[in-house]
């Protein structure tokens, strides 16, 4: 059977994602689009989905009968209203993060699916997906003992003007919270936030490194530098201690060369490059997983607690307190 795709949102995620889907992925194609720049859609349209319909908008996309299931790749305010519709029309969905721009908008999305009564929503945390991190999670779980601390970091080379503070939760440190959750099978009970000596490269907006502490219902302690504007690549590190023994995320592949009195490696600019075969990954579990009606991977309640915890970082920024986090109870549906 091959699964038939909508996309909806045609900006670079959902280009890249269309690429991916008709071009390196099997078992599914791309059979309709929509964006609300029509343009858009169309150029995309006529570089990887020549056969794939247009729609004037995403509902009719969701309703459209060739559609076996939904990619929401449009801005993040839009989320919430589409999968919720794909959720009332029965159809899997795929949802790039954030699952919703509000904990409350992605409280309504667990509702809707523990009312439906099984898994339709699959989020965009790709690092679940990251061969990397898996290593690592096997490590872990095989070798390390108990875990006590994870010492990370997330950097980028810099970011635009319209990069602001939040920006640093929201944006860039939700995948750290969503992966830390995942490694340790574990929730958060309070975040606290501090601010290192700002660099001169960070634009007045935006408050550049930071430095996220958490604290986990077990009594893990992890401390996360955001540094977006570093100058020297894309990197992240993540390391886990545990009471017997230490584990690194392995580095990205790359080949190390000795020229002219030097050894060198290079270092990646680039989150598509660093994930690419991450995003392949999750893409592909949630074809496979569309003929059962049934979808795995990040959940809408991983979405959901991502949201909350988020929420707690940035009143952490704003206040300079520890603040605590508190989830409600867990539906039967994400046992």
């Known amino acids: 059977m091959t699964v038939k795709l909508g996309v909806i949102g045609t900006g670079m995620i959902g280009t890249d994602h269309t690429r991916r889907i008709q071009e390196v992925l099997t078992g599914a194609e791309v059979v ?16 990887h989905a020549p056969g794939a319909k247009i729609h004037e908008t995403g509902e009719a996309l969701i309703a459209a009968d060739e559609v076996d299931a939904v990619l929401v790749c449009s801005t993040g305010s839009t989320h919430e209203s589409y999968v919720l ?15 919703a721009t509000t904990a409350e908008g992605a409280k309504r999305i667990v509702d809707a699916e523990s009312a439906a009564g099984r898994r339709l929503v699959q989020v965009g945390f790709m690092r679940r997906f990251d061969q990397g991190y898996n290593m690592l999670k096997a490590t872990m779980e095989s070798d390390l003992g108990t875990p006590l601390m994870i010492h990370a970091c997330h950097r980028n080379a810099a970011v635009p003007e319209h990069y602001v503070t939040p920006m640093a939760i929201h944006d860039t440190f939700i995948h750290e919270i969503d992966t830390f959750r995942w490694l340790l099978d574990d929730d ?6 501090i601010f290192p000596r700002k660099t001169r490269h960070a634009h007045d907006k935006v408050a550049d490194p930071q430095i996220v502490l958490l604290e986990t219902s077990k009594g893990v302690r992890i401390d996360c530098e955001i540094f977006v504007n570093c100058r020297y690549g894309y990197d992240i590190q993540c390391q886990v201690v545990g009471e017997e023994g230490v584990a690194d995320l392995p580095e990205p592949m790359a080949v190390a060369t000795r020229r ?50 988020s929420d707690a970082c940035v009143t952490a920024q704003e206040t300079g307190a520890i603040v605590d986090i508190a989830l409600p109870d867990r539906p039967a549906l994400y046992d």
Request: some cysteine.
């Open 32 to 47: 309709a689009l929509y964006d609300y720049l029509p343009e858009n859609a169309a150029k995309l349209q006529a570089a």
């Open 85 to 99: 519709g794909a959720i009332e029309a029965g159809k899997p969905v795929f949802c790039e993060k954030p699952l």
């Open 188 to 193: 958060f009970v309070s975040a606290q936030v």
């Open 260 to 309: 002219e009195a030097r050894l060198s490696q290079p270092i990646l600019t680039d989150w598509k490059s660093r994930f690419m075969a991450a995003f392949d990954a999750e893409l592909q579990d949630f074809a496979d997983r569309v003929p059962s009606g049934h979808v795995g991977g990040p959940s809408a309640w991983d979405g959901y607690v991502a949201a909350i915890s």
